[in-house]
């Protein structure tokens, strides 16, 4: 379970308040407004936006200070590539932080590779691939990392729709093979129907706790009717 | 990570580095500045040669730094209202001074101006009196031919920030040039100068080559030639601590004011295009033309005579040129390892922690001239090991900690690009440390690690300072050696080994700045 206790933000002109849990192996959309806080939800529970009151819990115990020690991988809206490092060397990363990769991780990397569909691009660099590509060598390194927990901040808002659609349906895919806890912002409720369980509604200086997506859509809350404009 | 500003996210990369390079620095500046302290010998007070050197420092700076601004005015107007072929070759070559070797650049306009210089000949045809280079005009003249490059380009940034809008504006209004200069260009100007002013009294305060080659005598010795003169004709190393401290004390107060007063930036970025105007006339057009022409030969005349006057000594330079040239280029890498090993820990704690801590250092830099933290290094190490020993590497950590400020410039905003983009990531991949810098900031840092090598080699190959107070006999660097080529009148070897110096000075800035450039990912 993952659990914000009590967890506040205060950025001066900005609030933010969460209290609730994921349960293991769900599948959350993120949905709210621009500006409400979406990202910044995402940001305190990978560790990047210290917390200003509570604390982030994992299977009941406080989550480490340190981005990299927390049971997450994170999928980011763009720069999820070092675009000086090939993409084996980018992939490699979620094996060894310093890149001192062995035979056998090299293994690793090629078959994380082949399962996103991405065999034998392993020695191009970022520049010389499409969007789209792009997003698969940062689900090899996420499938790599092998964390319990799955971030992805508005991870395909560039893709094209068909593309966009692909994409969903590996990342969906991928979460389940690795039994991960997945929370994905999204400005489109599409997506949320399509790949979520449930849905955290953050507006007004609250995310709110999570709530199965089907009762979301069929009775939305006053701020959501506002949001999708229905 | 969006809403920019919003999150503070902890940098996962240790302060010790940044802390101890910016302390190193902090010690070099007081720490020698105590020694010098407990050393100067206040008793005698200062006698009238001291008072004529306080004078002179401040007369001239302040001449200077007038000449320059009031000379940059027209030329940046031309600038920036003309486009022309070879508009932005000049603006380029407005930046070339800030890395031509002092000593060398004084040979190309004692070439131009001196006895028997090119002018002195042109009007000798006409019956006139040879006009002399050395003393006081010859100090400001070298000085307006350092800084008129400087205040052009500090100007020209002025006037191209009003927007082109305001002048079509201006036209649609039928305002002439008159009321564009009132309503536009003053006010600008009445911002912009100030600034570039002080920028360049302040370097013009702490100048020391131009002072020893062109100046000396009781009309022409600046406070830093003073104390170079105290330590090496009197031996008199209470004296020269004394003049320290007075030099000290100007340079602080300088940039005390300069705190105070908004500085300009020359970052040499988007001065590549002129404004459309509407108010041109056969005037304006005139005046232009003959302003650019005066402006461009009066900076690449002495460089031409240097290359041309060099050419024929190449062949024949004595071997202890070359020996020369090894200790400089020894000492300039030396250098700019070591401007890279300060600014690189204090960029990333400047990063972590706010820019202040870069002006800070900049101005303590600009503060403490290179003579009084020789002075102080002298007088700390005199007792232990004789100074001759360790001129070069002082004189590398000297033009380092000088150069400082500039690398700091260039590595601080390209840093915090870098943590802005790819920090987070690297972040959530536990890239800390060691491994951040050798797989994130290394890689991604090439251009301005390139630019910030190639300026303090550069800096440092042309340096004549602290070396001429530390090195003996057999341990010069070339433009010290040059320097005592020129006091002998061998001024064909000067010359020679001027133009080597030049090209040495021009490749170290060249190959570092390429090298960064060179197959960098973008």
Known sequence: MLTLEDAWVDLGDFTLAADFSVSEGRRVAVLGPSGAGKSTLLAMIAGFQPLSRGRVMWRGSPMADDPAARPISMVFQDNNLFPHLSVTQNVGLGLRPDLRLMREDHKRVEAALGRVGLAGKGARKPAQLSGGQIARVALARVLLRDRSILLLDEPFDALGPALRVEMLDLVAELATETQATMLMVSHNPEDARRIADEVILVEGGRAHAPVPTAQMFDDPPAALRDYLGV | ?522
């Open chain 2, 1 to 522: 990570m969006r809403g920019a500003g919003r999150i503070t996210r902890p940098i996962w990369v240790s302060h010790w580095p940044g802390l101890l390079a910016a302390g190193l620095l902090v010690v070099l500046v007081f720490g020698t500045l105590v020694a010098v302290a407990l050393r100067a010998e206040g008793g005698r007070g200062l006698g009238p040669s001291d008072w004529a050197a306080i004078r002179f420092t401040l007369w001239q700076a302040t001449l200077s730094a007038g000449i320059s601004v009031v000379l940059a005015i027209p030329v940046a107007r031309a600038l920036a209202r003309r486009s022309f072929p070879g508009r932005m070759a000049l603006v380029t070559l407005l930046g070339a001074p800030f890395i031509l070797p002092v000593i060398v650049a004084v040979l190309g306009l004692i070439a131009v101006f001196g006895r028997s210089g090119v002018i002195s000949k042109a009007i000798g045809v006409f019956g006139f009196e040879p006009i002399s280079v050395y003393g006081y005009h010859g100090v400001i003249l070298a000085h307006v031919f350092f800084n008129l490059p400087l205040a052009t380009r500090l100007i020209l940034q002025g006037w191209l920030s009003i927007p082109a809008e305001r002048f079509r504006l201006a036209a649609s209004l039928g305002m002439g040039s008159r009321d564009i200069a009132r309503t536009l260009e003053r006010p600008m100007l009445r911002e912009v100068i100030p600034g570039a002013f002080l920028v360049i009294f302040l370097i013009c305060l702490t100048s020391f080559a131009v002072a020893l080659a062109l100046g000396g005598g009781p009309r022409a010795t600046t406070v830093e030639l003073a104390i170079y003169e105290a330590f090496k004709f009197d031996f008199d190393l209470g004296r020269a601590a004394l003049l320290a401290l007075i030099q000290f004390a100007m340079g602080a107060s300088a940039a005390l004011i300069a705190f105070r007063v908004t500085m300009p930036g020359d970052m040499g970025t988007g001065l590549d295009r002129a404004v459309q105007r509407w108010d041109d006339g056969l005037v304006q057009r005139v005046l232009d033309v003959v302003v650019v022409t005066f402006a461009s030969l009066f900076l690449l005349l002495p460089l031409t005579m240097v290359v041309l006057a060099g050419v024929p000594g190449l062949t024949t330079l004595p071997a202890s040129i070359f020996q020369a040239a090894g200790r400089s280029l020894a000492v300039a890498l030396g250098s700019a390892v070591l401007t890279l090993a300060l600014a690189l820990p204090i960029a990333a704690l400047v990063v972590q922690r706010g820019a202040r801590l870069v002006e800070g250092l900049g101005y303590l830099t600009i503060a403490a001239s290179p003579l009084v933290v020789g002075t102080g290094l002298f007088l700390i190490l005199f007792p232990f090991i004789k100074p001759s020993d360790l001129a070069l590497p002082v004189t590398a950590l000297v033009n380092a900690a000088m150069s400082l400020p500039f690398a700091l410039r260039a590595l601080v905003p390209a840093l915090t690009a870098v943590e802005r983009d790819y920090g987070a990531l690297a972040d959530a991949l536990g890239m800390h440390g060691l491994t951040r810098v050798r797989l994130l900031w290394l890689p991604r840092l090439r251009r301005p690690i390139g630019f910030a090598l190639g300026l303090a080699a550069a800096l440092s190959m042309g340096d004549l300072g602290v070396i001429a107070m530390f090195a003996d006999a057999q341990g010069a660097t070339l433009p010290l050696q040059m320097y005592r080529l020129m006091t002998a009148y061998r001024m064909d070897d000067a010359a020679a080994a001027g133009l080597l110096l030049l090209g040495l000075s021009l490749a170290l800035f060249w190959i570092f700045d390429r090298g960064g450039r060179v197959d960098a990912d973008t």
